[in-house]
C-alpha cells in the first residue's frame, strides 16, 4: 500500500523560504518509472501543479512558479523536498504531495497525501 | 503552456441524475488526460486516467471519453456520495496542468 504525508510549518512570513517535506512509503524512488509530484490549492480555489520528479532525478517545474522552486530527493530516506523562496500571503494554501504512475506513455497522480495548510502571514 | 477548461463550473442535481462535465484542452493532448474527484476537506482521489480507463475500485456509473482537446466525465446516475468538485488534468508533457473544478451540488 503506498502511502504518502507532507511536513512542514504551518505559519511563515512573508519572504521568508518555506521547506516542505513528503515522507512515502509503499514504493522506492530508484525503481524506474516512479515520480513524486506537489500540487497546491489555495482556499476555495483550484489545485495547482507546482513541480515533479522522477526517479532518475529529471526535475519539472511548473513554468510559472520555476524560479522559486527547488526539488530534491533523499531516496534513503524515502522523500522528497520541495523548498520555495520568497514566500508571499498569495502562497497560502494545502500544499499536497502525490506518487506519480505510469503507464506506456500516459501518468497520473496516485495516491495523494492528506495535505498540509500553510499560511503565509506577518 | 496547455490551458483547460471545464464547464459548467457549478451544476445542481438531483440523486439519480445523469451528469455530464467537459474539459477542454488550449491544444491536442491525445488521451493523456485524468480526472479527480475532491470533497471538502480532503485530498483528491483519481477516478478516471488516459481519458477512459476506470482506476480499479472506482464505481462504473463514473466514465470518461474523448481525445485531442475535448473529453466527458459522465457519472450515469448521481448518488449521495458524488457530491463533490471534479478536476481534469492534462498529462500531455513534462508539464502538468489542472482545469477550474466543477462543483456538483445537491439540488
Known amino acids: 500500500q503506498i502511502t504518502l504525508k507532507e511536513s512542514g510549518p504551518m505559519l511563515v512570513k512573508p519572504t521568508q523560504t518555506l521547506t516542505l517535506t513528503c515522507t512515502f512509503s509503499?514504493?522506492?524512488?530508484?525503481?524506474?518509472?516512479?515520480?513524486v509530484g506537489w500540487i497546491r490549492q489555495p482556499p476555495g480555489k483550484a489545485l495547482e501543479w507546482l513541480a515533479l520528479?522522477?526517479?532518475?532525478?529529471?526535475?519539472r517545474y511548473s513554468p510559472s512558479l520555476k524560479n522559486r522552486f527547488t526539488i530534491t530527493k533523499d531516496t534513503s530516506k524515502n522523500q522528497v523536498v520541495l523548498r520555495m523562496t520568497n514566500m508571499d500571503p498569495v502562497d497560502t494554501a494545502t500544499y499536497y504531495c502525490?506518487?506519480?504512475?505510469?503507464?506506456?506513455?500516459?501518468?497520473?497522480?496516485?495516491?495523494w497525501g492528506q495535505g498540509t495548510l500553510v499560511t503565509v502571514s506577518s | 503552456d496547455i490551458q483547460l477548461t471545464q464547464s459548467p463550473s457549478f451544476l445542481s442535481a438531483s440523486v439519480g441524475d445523469r451528469v455530464t462535465i467537459t474539459c477542454r484542452a488550449s491544444q491536442g493532448i491525445s488521451s493523456y488526460l485524468a480526472w479527480y474527484q475532491q470533497k471538502p476537506g480532503k485530498a483528491p482521489k483519481l477516478l478516471i486516467y488516459a481519458a477512459s480507463t476506470l482506476r480499479g475500485g472506482v464505481p462504473s456509473r463514473f466514465s470518461g471519453s474523448g481525445s485531442g482537446t475535448e473529453f466527458t466525465l459522465t457519472i450515469s446516475s448521481l448518488q449521495p456520495e458524488d457530491f463533490a468538485t471534479y478536476y481534469c488534468?492534462?498529462?500531455?508533457?513534462?508539464?502538468?496542468?489542472f482545469g477550474p473544478g466543477t462543483k456538483v451540488d445537491i439540488k
Open positions: 520528479i522522477y526517479w532518475d532525478d529529471d526535475k
Open positions: 509503499g514504493f522506492s524512488l530508484s525503481s524506474t518509472g516512479v515520480g
Open positions: 502525490a506518487h506519480l504512475r505510469w503507464s506506456g506513455k500516459f501518468r497520473w497522480f496516485d495516491p
Open positions: 488534468q492534462q498529462l500531455n508533457n513534462y508539464l502538468f496542468t
